[in-house]
């Protein structure tokens, strides 16, 4: 059996988008779903405190845009601080979201919050272990041909550890995406997966939407493991069917007293259902009202509901479908999307 003094233990989460449908000033009233993301991103931090974790590690996006405003970023760097001043290190891997730099602040001057702001290794004694985390951030253009570069600029190999993390931001072949499990395979910005170094134990990323692990079996027969922990909430319908969370990682000597990945759990986290509403082609504006109220009875109170078939309905129909419409027909606990191309009729509607 293992005692707590000797095992290393992680919390990784990634892609909380945080100010995802959160604008400072709103022009229409309605539900957001900005607060969601940030209360599940608040579940995990607190879990982490709860089960005195060793380490937790963000593997990027941790908003969900290059420009945040900046009552955003107070938000969420207050929190950080918040959860660092228990002392326990939380490692950040900025993500393509963020431009692979996350907005400038005194906050992060924490000693307790680190940033992969460049390719390094950072170190730690924690859990009775040698732990390095090697990491750079999300490299957005030509990762595939630099990856081999990037890991040796870290250098990971400069010091001995008992457990070695690589940490990124990115799209690593074989990695699955979207309702028909589209898999990355080739392209300049995916990391071939004969190019994950095997003297890592794990590989942390980010960037992948939906929670994987990828188990890579090298020609020596090593496995090493690549973890995606997915985004903390459903980012747009392509993730409607996807169960949200983060993982648990234990790390554990052997007898021999060589550490191994022990233990890895997915902790699913809460998140609304989201209800896609076909829209009948012959529905006729003076109709709009009816067919709203039909979707206020049968789609969960709290649903995230997208319309599709704009193009089929005439423009009077999408019309009809004005926000004040809206907030009268449907419960102020659902929310709507409206893509850009619903009021013109160019449709499909995107949720992001
Ligand atoms: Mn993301």
Redesign the pocket.
């Known amino acids: 059996m293992t005692s707590r003094s000797s095992s290393f233990q992680l919390l990784f989460l990634a892609?909380t988008?945080l100010g995802f449908d959160q604008p400072v000033r709103p022009r229409v009233k309605r539900r957001r779903r900005g607060p969601d993301f940030f209360a599940n991103f608040r579940r995990v931090l607190a879990a982490a405190l709860e089960q005195q974790v060793d380490l937790v590690l963000h593997g990027g996006?941790l908003f969900f845009r290059s420009r945040v405003p900046e009552t955003i970023v107070d938000q969420a760097y207050r929190e950080l601080l918040a959860f660092a001043d228990h002392g326990i290190p939380l490692v950040i891997v900025p993500?393509n979201?963020e431009r692979s730099r996350l907005p400038t602040s005194l906050f992060l001057q924490h000693p307790k919050i680190h940033v992969f702001d460049a390719p390094r290794t950072l170190r730690f004694g924690l859990g009775g272990a040698r732990v390095a985390l090697a990491g750079f951030p999300s490299v957005r253009r030509n990762v595939r041909a630099d990856f081999r570069q990037l890991v040796a600029a870290t250098g990971w190999s400069d010091a001995p550890a008992d457990i070695r993390l690589l940490c990124l931001h990115q799209t690593i072949e074989g990695a699955t995406v979207g309702p028909t499990g589209y898999t990355f395979r080739t392209g300049h910005d995916v990391i071939r997966q004969r190019d994950l170094p095997a003297s890592f134990h794990t590989v942390l990323a980010?960037?992948i939407?939906r929670h994987q692990v990828l188990s890579l079996e090298e020609d020596g027969g090593c496995l090493l493991p690549v973890i995606y922990p997915g985004?903390t909430e459903r980012?747009s319908f392509a993730e409607a069917d996807e169960t949200k969370g983060y993982c648990r990682l234990v790390f554990a000597p052997s007898r021999g007293g060589d550490w191994s990945l022990d233990r890895s759990e997915f902790v699913p986290l809460p998140s609304r259902p989201m209800v896609t509403v076909e829209l009948p082609a012959r529905l006729a504006p003076s109709g709009v009202e009816a067919f709203l109220a039909d979707v206020a009875r049968n789609a969960p109170a709290d649903a995230i509901v997208r319309f599709t078939g704009s193009q089929t309905v005439s423009p009077e129909t999408r019309r009809a479908f004005g926000s004040a419409r809206l907030a009268d027909c449907l419960p102020s606990s659902m929310n709507v999307q409206l893509g850009s191309g619903f009021f013109d009729g160019r449709g499909p509607e995107r949720a992001t």
């Open positions: 892609d988008h996006d993500g979201h980010g960037h939407h985004s980012t």
